[in-house]
């Protein structure tokens, strides 16, 4: 019944590590982004892939690379975390009406 | 380069108090501006957009405005239920679906 669903919703990890989110959506949606939000609760885009194609690639460190292997997955593979990586990690699709969010992954780097 | 900015941070108001909440925004051709509603733990949940100048939305309690510089957020006889971090943001017109957010505001509705 999820619309946008995100896994894992925690992911506490060592500096250095590689680890991935996974997100799903089943509304039928095109387009797809990864947004992060600092402490402050600032949203600000990372990517955007639409029907498998990257479209929207802000300035975002290398170590962090998308996928989408169809258009109801995006996942974020992140190489050689930093503790300034540390944040909330948002999937969203786009409708016509307006971004449907998942419930983020809180990602803690140690 | 597209802004929002939001005030104030944090709003504290009685039950019933009814406020307003701000949305200072400057965009290259403003495609939609959006307001969400994000509750703790919880990704933002979609509450209006607003298209153009002058146009207006209402849902329950809440009533979304828009000017050219500007959107409005307007709560009448507040609830605690609607405690939440309220996001504006905007989307410009060549931005590939693109939001730019502002950095919300906290409110706080106690009975």
């Known amino acids: 019944d999820t619309a946008v669903s995100q896994t894992p919703k925690y992911l506490v990890t060592q500096m250095g590590n590689d680890k991935s989110i996974k997100c799903e959506q089943n509304l039928g949606h095109d387009t797809m982004y990864w947004y992060k939000q600092d402490s402050k609760k600032f949203l600000k885009i990372m990517f955007s892939y639409n029907n498998k194609e990257l479209i929207i690639n802000e300035t975002v460190p290398n170590r962090f690379s998308p996928k989408s292997p169809d258009k109801a997955h995006l996942n974020l593979h992140i190489n050689s975390l930093e503790l300034g990586d540390s944040a909330v990690y948002f999937c969203?699709?786009?409708?016509?009406?307006?971004?449907?969010f998942g419930s983020g992954t809180r990602l803690t780097v140690v | 380069e597209d802004q929002v900015t939001q005030s104030p941070e944090a709003l504290r108001l009685q039950e019933g108090e009814s406020s307003s909440l701000n949305c200072s925004y400057t965009?290259?051709?403003?495609?939609?501006l959006f307001w969400y509603r994000q509750d703790p733990g919880k990704g933002p949940e979609f509450l209006f957009t607003l298209y153009s100048a002058g146009e207006e939305k209402e849902k329950e309690r809440l009533k979304a405005t828009l000017t050219k510089k500007e959107s409005f957020l307007h709560i009448t006889a507040p609830k605690p239920e609607d405690s939440a971090t309220y996001l504006c943001a905007v989307q410009a017109g060549t931005s590939y679906g693109k939001l730019t957010f502002g950095q919300g505001t906290i409110l706080t509705v106690h009975p």
């Open positions: 969203a699709s786009m409708g016509d009406y307006g971004y449907t």
């Open positions: 965009v290259s051709g403003l495609r939609g």
